[in-house]
C-alpha cells in the first residue's frame, strides 16, 4: 500500500514554506515530509562548536536561524566550576531544607503506561534537609543502585534565584551575548542536580535556552521545530507519584483527570500536550513521519555551554564520570521568545497540519483494519 503519508489535494501548506514554482517539482506529494527531509539536506545532524563565546551579532544570526550551538569551556572560569563540590554545597546550605523531586524511575514529567493507558506522570515532591538529599543522590549514584527512588532537584522556577540563591551571585546574573542581544535579562535562572538515573523526556520550551554544565555530563538528543510530526504528540492526563502507607511510590490520576478518565480520547478536557515518541526507541509510538526525523546529539561536559533554540524539542540524560564525586549538576537561562515574526506562528501552523494529519492517517489505517476483518 506504500507509506501512510496524507496527500493533499494542492501544494498550498508547500508553496507557504518554501515558495518558488521550481520547487514544488521535488514535492512527493505530502509538505510535511518535504519540509522535514528539505530541512535534514540544509541543516545535517550535527551541531555546530564554536572556539568561544559568540559576539552579540554572532549570536543573534543563531537566533534568528533558530540554529543550536555549544562552545566548549566557556564557562570553566566562573567561579561555580571551581567551586561546587559537595563539601562546598553542603557547608552552604547546612540545615536547610530543599524542594525534591521523587519518582521510581527518574521519570518526572514523562508519558508513562498506567493502567494501560499513556498519561503526564508529574514526581512527587517534598522537603529534605539539602545534606540528606546529597548524600542519597551521591550514594546511589556510587552504588549503582537502579532498584531504589530516584531523588533530584528540577524545579524549573527561577529556583537560583530564590531556592538556591546564596549560589545565584557565583554564575553570572545574565549571559552578556545573549542579554545585549535579545535586549532582555532571563526570565528564569534554573539549577539542575540529580543522577544518571533520571532522564528529561523529550519537550520543548518557548524559551531562549543557554545551557551551562558545571559537574558531571549532560547528554542531549535535538530536534527541530519542524519535526513535530514525528514526536506523535497526544493529550495526556495528568497524574502524580504519590508515596504508598507502606512505602514506594504510585501513581494517582490527579482529580479532573480521574473525573473524565472514560472518555474517548485521553486527558481531552484537561490533559497536557506532550511528545509520546522516543528518538532512543523509534519503532515505538511512531508516527508515519517519525523515520524522517534526524536527531541532533551533543554531550556536554563541565564548562560547556549550550545554545538550545525557542521551540527545539529535547531530551536529555546524566552520567557521572568514575572519579567524580558522583551528582551531576547544571545550570540554565530562560530568556523569553520573541513571539512576533515568523517563527511562532509557523511552528505552530505546523502543529496543527501535523495533529490533523496523524488523526487522519491513524483512522484511514483503523478503517482498513476493519474492512480486513469483516472480509473474513
Known amino acids: 500500500m506504500g507509506t501512510d503519508y496524507l496527500s493533499f489535494p494542492a501544494n498550498f501548506y508547500f508553496v507557504f514554506f518554501f515558495g518558488g514554482p521550481g520547487s514544488l517539482a521535488r514535492s512527493p506529494g505530502d509538505p510535511l515530509a518535504e519540509l522535514i527531509t528539505t530541512y535534514n539536506e540544509l541543516n545535517g545532524a550535527f551541531i555546530e562548536e564554536l572556539a ?4 552579540p551579532l554572532e549570536f543573534m544570526r543563531y537566533v534568528a536561524r533558530n540554529t543550536p550551538f555549544v562552545v566548549r569551556g566557556a564557562a570553566s572560569s566562573w567561579q561555580s566550576n ?5 563539601e562546598y554545597l553542603v557547608r552552604l546550605f547546612k540545615d536547610q531544607a530543599v524542594n525534591v523531586a521523587v519518582t521510581p ?4 514529567d514523562a508519558p508513562t503506561d498506567h493502567d494501560g493507558r499513556i498519561v503526564f506522570a508529574k514526581p512527587h515532591e517534598e522537603d529534605q534537609d539539602f545534606e540528606e538529599f546529597i548524600n542519597y543522590v551521591i550514594n546511589q549514584e556510587k552504588s549503582k543502585d537502579a532498584t ?3 531523588r533530584y532537584a528540577q524545579t524549573q522556577n527561577d529556583n537560583l534565584r530564590n531556592e538556591y540563591f546564596p549560589l545565584s551571585h557565583e554564575v553570572p546574573p545574565s549571559v552578556p551575548f545573549a542579554r545585549i542581544a535579545l535586549d532582555r535579562d532571563p526570565e528564569a535562572v534554573n539549577l539542575w542536580i540529580g543522577t544518571s538515573r533520571s532522564v528529561t523526556a523529550l519537550h520543548k520550551d518557548n524559551y531562549e535556552n543557554i545551557y551551562v554544565q558545571i559537574r558531571g555530563c549532560k547528554h542531549f538528543v535535538l530536534l527541530p521545530p519542524c519535526c513535530q510530526p514525528c514526536v506523535n504528540e497526544r493529550t495526556l492526563m495528568p497524574a502524580t507519584y504519590a508515596r504508598r502507607d507502606h512505602g514506594g511510590l504510585a501513581l494517582e490520576l490527579d482529580e479532573a483527570s480521574n473525573e473524565n478518565k472514560d472518555r474517548p ?9 506532550f511528545a ?10 511512531a508516527t508515519p513521519y517519525s523515520h524522517l526525523a534526524e536527531p541532533v546529539r551533543v554531550t556536554l561536559e563541565p564548562g560547556d555551554m549550550l545554545y538550545l533554540p525557542a521551540m527545539w524539542y529535547h531530551k536529555v540524560s546524566q552520567s557521572c564520570p568514575k572519579d567524580g564525586e558522583g551528582f551531576v549538576l547544571a545550570v540554565n537561562y530562560w530568556y523569553d521568545m520573541e513571539f512576533s515574526g515568523p517563527l511562532y ?22 478503517d482498513r483494519m476493519t474492512q480486513g476483518t469483516s472480509n473474513h
Do not use: C, M, Y
Open 105 to 108: 524511575f527518574g521519570n518526572a
Open 265 to 273: 480520547e485521553d486527558g481531552a478536557l484537561h490533559g497536557v500536550p
Open 148 to 150: 531504589s527512588e530516584v
Open 52 to 55: 568561544e563565546e559568540p559576539s
Open 82 to 86: 571551581q567551586t561546587w563540590d559537595k
Open 345 to 366: 506562528p509557523l511552528s505552530s501552523f505546523v502543529r496543527n497540519i501535523g495533529l490533523q494529519t496523524t488523526s487522519t492517517v491513524l483512522q484511514r489505517r483503523a
Open 276 to 285: 509520546t515518541w522516543d528518538p532512543d526507541h523509534p519503532d515505538t509510538n
